[in-house]
């Protein structure tokens, strides 16, 4: 459930992309600018992985990282998105085992009071053993979501119990140093975010 939907990362990246068809023309151009590059997306935090671990950004210096912000009990477009992504890397592991070996796949808590390390873990696990899980306080998830340009609140209660939760649903790549790069099209199928990861990962 998403009312916070689509925001301005993908607006840039379609305006970057717009940008490059019309400069496109040249032979042998340069690989082009990654649609995200210089935006203010991403940045340090402290969070907790499923064995109670601190785990911080500048942990996964050196390496590629596909974050998704979700919540384990979301019912429909987290688990559709998070499958999405781990087909894409199985794919991308398949076709170039190398780049795969580069990226890390992270998914980030935004319902810290029922996602504890445990939940956020099995949650993860569920995908693929490559996904790293994370969670942490609710002042620690509203300080990293609010980095990374995620907006999240509770929504409609669910019959039987329980609530849903309301958030940004958008799949980003970072690079190596922590800088984001592109965002990853789970919407369309995990052959397409394999393709784009196969496009920005060197
Ligand atoms: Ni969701």
């Given amino acids: 459930m998403n009312r916070i939907n689509k925001p301005s990362p993908r607006i840039l990246a379609a305006l970057a992309a717009a940008a490059l068809s019309l400069a496109g023309c040249e032979a042998s151009a340069p690989k082009a ?18 064995k109670g671990e601190t785990v911080r950004w ?3 210096a050196g390496k590629y990282r596909v974050v998704y912000f979700g919540y384990a009990f979301c019912p429909d477009v987290c688990p559709t998105d998070m499958s999405r992504v781990a087909q894409g890397l199985k794919a991308l592991k398949a076709s170039d085992p190398d780049k795969a070996a580069k990226i890390v796949p992270i998914f980030i808590s935004v319902d810290p009071e029922r996602d504890t390390p445990q939940v956020v873990g099995e949650f993860a696990a569920a995908f693929s053993p490559d996904i790293i899980g994370l969670t942490g306080t609710p002042e620690q998830i509203a300080v990293t979501a609010k980095a990374f340009k995620v907006g999240y609140g509770k929504g409609e209660a669910v019959a039987g119990g329980g609530y849903l939760v309301d958030h940004t ?14 965002t990853l099209p789970a919407d369309l199928g995990g052959d397409a975010v394999a393709a784009e990861l196969d496009q920005w990962v060197s």
């Avoid at 600018?33 to 340090?44: C, F, K, R, S, V």
């Fill in 169 to 182: 649903r958008i799949v980003y790549l970072f690079g190596p140093d922590g800088e984001p790069l592109a």
């Fill in 33 to 50: 600018e990654p649609p995200l590059a210089g935006a203010p997306i991403g940045g340090d935090f402290a969070l907790t992985n499923s």
């Fill in 58 to 60: 500048d942990d996964f």
